[in-house]
């Protein structure tokens, strides 16, 4: 008899925990989920987004134009797809760059976004629908970013504002694009033959080591704009595609547009240069840059022959 009543009390916990898991898991399902109009996210977000913050800031880049189109997904979550056309209003929540900048103002080192001003943009699209049985629509925003400040921090907070069925999502009715401008050597470049890195224990003694040669068959190089007329190296490494190359820190290529001439320097050391006497040029026709450089001549010097080609946009 004690022993049955024990047990009583042990079914009653058994049946209220799996009670509970499965409200819990019925809460989860997405058959259960409320339906929302949402942005689809249009990059990966940005670090710099506070945790817990209302918004999320994806950062875009575009050609430099006087109209350059691009596109958004606004979607229906929930269970199941619109069972009618459903009318989605999209417009610009202003509000929210100023409630990230407040977010953000605690970090001495925090540039605050600027709203992209009304002039450089127009939403083509302001009001798009999402057809019956389906989840999506394409919102278009017209840029003019022939216009845009190199130098500016701009961020447009695009924002679902009303819908016909459902309700905004609270997360991603609203989110901040980043936007900037890319020059017309902007993207991914391809090492090619004839790439070769070397390192220097003195000047005129060479390490030999691993960190040294062909460098032809290593990962892509990311080329970002700075301004009109430079771009930033990103990922260069050492031969066998090891570590990055430090210590030439905010490594750029400056473009002559008139003679397609470059001009190699590095914001973290001031004596990178262009090698004397080789190539440093920029061919339109194959898209392809010619760099030679070197920096701590009198110490132990480093060398670089670094070939690249456009591989596609980034």
């Known amino acids: 008899m004690k022993i049955f009543k024990l047990l009583i009390p042990a079914l009653v916990l058994t049946t209220t925990l799996s009670s509970c898991l499965k409200n819990k898991f019925d809460q989860m399902n997405p ?135 459902g309700s905004v999502s609270s997360n991603f009715g609203t989110i901040l694009l980043n936007v900037t401008a890319k020059n017309q050597w902007d993207g991914v470049y391809a090492m090619q033959t004839g790439s070769v890195i070397t390192r220097y224990l003195s000047p005129g003694n060479p390490a030999n080591d691993a960190l040294s040669g062909n460098i032809s068959s290593n990962s892509d190089l990311t080329l970002t704009t700075i301004n009109g007329s430079t771009v930033e190296i990103g990922n260069l490494k050492w031969a066998g595609n090891a570590s990055g190359v430090g210590g030439i820190d905010n490594l750029q290529i400056v473009i002559d547009p008139a003679t397609n001439l470059v001009t190699m320097k590095s914001l973290g050391t001031p004596n990178l240069r262009n090698t004397p006497g080789k190539d440093n040029k920029y061919d339109p026709a194959t898209k392809t840059f010619t760099l030679n450089f070197d920096w701590n001549q009198t110490t132990t010097p480093r060398e670089a022959t670094v070939i690249i080609k456009y591989k596609n946009g980034r």
């Open 31 to 165: 058959d259960n989920s409320p339906s929302v109009v949402e942005f689809a996210n249009p990059s990966a977000p940005a670090s710099e987004t506070p945790g817990g913050s209302a918004f999320t800031v994806f950062p875009v880049s575009y050609a430099v134009g006087a109209a350059v189109e691009a596109t958004y997904v606004v979607q229906l979550s929930g269970a199941n797809p619109a069972a009618q056309d459903i009318t989605v209003n999209v417009g610009v929540n202003t509000a929210a760059v100023a409630q990230l900048n407040a977010e953000k103002s605690i970090v001495p080192s925090y540039v605050p976004y600027v709203l992209l001003p009304s002039n450089l943009y127009t939403i083509s699209t302001p009001t798009v629908t999402i057809p019956a049985g389906q989840r999506k629509a394409t919102v278009k925003v017209l840029y003019k970013t022939t216009d845009f400040s190199f130098t500016t921090k701009y961020a447009l907070p695009i924002s679902v504002s009303s819908t016909s069925f």
